[in-house]
C-alpha cells in the first residue's frame, strides 16, 4: 500500500521526496444510535478500513489535494489565506473546513500538496467524512508540529463539519476516528465527553458489516429535522424537569413525564433516545460480562426502535436486518448510521459467515433489485501516522 500511494503521489504531483503518509480509519457504532447528539451514551469502534493522505510541504502558501476516489475532479488547488465553502469542490470542503478551524487557533505556516484515497465505502454511514477530517487534522498537526492535543482534533473537526458543511452532527463519529483503540469500542458518554474503552470479546464471532448500496447524502437527509423533533421535546420537558439533554432521563422517568412533550411525533423520537441510551449501557456491560447473545438481542431491539419510533431505517436496511434475524450464526444485527441507506453491522459466528453472506445476498437482491456489498472487519487504532508498510 505504502508504495502504491507513493507512486500515485509522483504521479500527480512530479515527485515523490520527503512525503509522509497519515491514516484515518471509518467507524461504525454497534449500538447507541441518534443518541449522541442528545446527551446519551455511544458505543462505536474504530475499523481497519478509512482515509489515507499522503503529503509533501510547500514552501508556498498553496494547498493541492487531489482524490484517487474522485480522479474527475482532478487537482483542486486552495489558497491557505482564502478557504470558503465552494459548492463545485466537492470532496475537498472536508478538508478546507478543518485547515480553516485548525486556522483558528494556529498559524498554519505554509501550504502543501496531498493525496487522498479512502476504501470506505463513500455515502455508506461509515462516516468516510469524518474519516476525511481527521486524516486532514492528524496530517496538518504533525506535518506543521502544531502540537493539538487529540481530542481538541476531534472537536475542531466536528465544528468543521457543523458549520463549514452544515450537518448537524454530534460528536460521535469524529470521536470514535480520532480515539479508536485497536480491539476495542470506547462507551462515550456525549454529553460530557468521558469515555472508557472495553474491549470487543467477539469469540468466534465477527463483525460483518452490510452495505444497502443505497446512496445516501447526510446534508440533504432528515437527518437535521431529526434534531429538531428532539430538540422540541427536550424544551417541552424542560418545561417541568431540570435535565440538560434527553440522555438524562432513565425510561422510567421518560414514561412518568412524557406526556409534558405535546406533539406525537416529537415524543416517538424522544422515546427512542432514551430507550437507546439505556440499552447502550446495558448492552455494555452484557460484554464486559461475557453475556454475548444479551448483547446481540439488544442490537435487535436498537434495530426495531429506529425503524419504528425513530423511522429512519427504510426498506432496504430493513430487508437486510430482518434477512440477517433469519440466519444461522448471527447474534445480533441492525442498521448502523444516520440510516435513510447506508449499512447495517451484525456480529456473525465465524463457520457461518459464508452462508450469511450467500444467502443475504439473494434474499437482499430480491426484495430491493439491489446488490449488497459485505465487509468482514477488524478493530483498528484511531487516526495516526504510518511509519511503516505493516501499519493500515
Request: aromatic share 8%; with cysteine; net charge negative.
Amino acid at each position: 500500500m505504502f508504495n502504491d500511494l507513493k507512486a500515485k503521489f509522483k504521479l500527480v504531483f512530479q515527485q515523490e521526496d520527503n512525503v509522509r503518509i497519515f491514516f484515518a480509519p471509518g467507524r461504525v457504532n454497534l449500538i447507541g444510535e441518534h443518541t449522541d447528539y442528545n446527551g446519551g451514551h455511544v458505543f462505536p469502534c474504530a475499523l481497519n478500513i478509512g482515509t489515507y493522505v499522503v503529503v509533501r510541504a510547500r514552501d508556498d502558501q498553496m494547498i493541492n489535494m487531489y482524490s484517487l476516489n474522485f480522479e474527475d475532479k482532478g487537482i483542486i488547488q486552495l489558497n491557505l489565506q482564502q478557504l470558503a465553502f465552494e459548492k463545485d469542490h466537492d470532496w475537498v470542503n472536508y478538508p478546507k473546513g478543518v485547515i480553516k478551524e485548525i486556522q483558528k487557533l494556529v498559524n498554519i505556516p505554509q501550504g502543501f500538496d496531498a493525496l487522498f484515497y479512502g476504501n470506505i465505502p463513500n455515502g455508506a454511514g461509515l462516516s468516510s467524512s469524518a474519516s476525511i477530517e481527521l486524516a486532514t487534522a492528524v496530517m496538518v498537526n504533525e506535518l506543521f508540529q502544531l502540537k493539538i492535543n487529540q481530542l481538541e482534533l476531534v472537536k475542531l473537526s466536528q465544528y468543521a463539519e457543523n458549520h463549514f458543511i452544515g450537518v448537524n452532527c454530534g460528536i460521535m463519529d469524529q470521536f470514535a476516528i480520532g480515539m479508536g483503540k485497536q480491539e476495542s469500542a470506547v462507551l462515550l458518554n456525549c454529553q460530557t465527553l468521558q469515555y472508557e474503552y472495553s474491549p470487543l470479546q467477539l469469540g468466534e464471532a465477527k463483525l460483518v458489516i452490510t452495505n444497502t448500496n443505497k446512496r445516501r447524502a447526510l446534508a440533504d437527509s432528515k437527518y437535521n429535522e431529526r434534531r429538531s423533533e428532539c430538540d422540541r421535546a427536550l424544551a417541552d420537558l424542560q418545561s417541568e424537569l431540570k435535565i440538560e439533554s434527553l440522555g438524562d432521563l432513565t425510561p422510567a422517568e421518560f414514561n412518568k413525564y412524557k406526556h409534558l412533550i405535546r406533539n406525537e411525533i416529537d415524543r416517538k423520537r424522544a422515546k427512542h433516545a432514551v430507550y437507546e441510551n439505556d440499552r447502550t449501557i446495558k448492552a455494555v456491560k452484557n460484554l464486559k460480562e461475557g453475556e454475548l447473545k444479551a448483547f446481540g438481542e439488544l442490537m435487535n431491539e436498537s434495530h426495531v426502535s429506529l425503524k419504528n419510533d425513530y423511522e429512519v431505517t427504510g426498506h432496504e436496511l430493513d430487508a437486510l436486518v430482518e434477512s440477517a434475524w433469519k440466519q444461522h450464526g448471527v447474534i445480533g444485527s441492525r442498521m448502523t448510521g444516520a440510516g435513510f441507506g447506508g449499512c447495517t453491522v451484525s456480529i456473525v459466528e465465524s463457520e457461518h459467515i459464508e452462508s450469511f453472506i450467500n444467502n443475504i445476498s439473494q434474499l437482499y437482491t430480491e426484495k430491493t433489485g439491489l446488490e449488497a456489498d459485505f465487509y468482514v472487519v477488524e478493530v483498528g487504532d484511531g487516526a495516526r501516522e504510518l511509519v511503516n508498510e505493516d501499519e493500515k
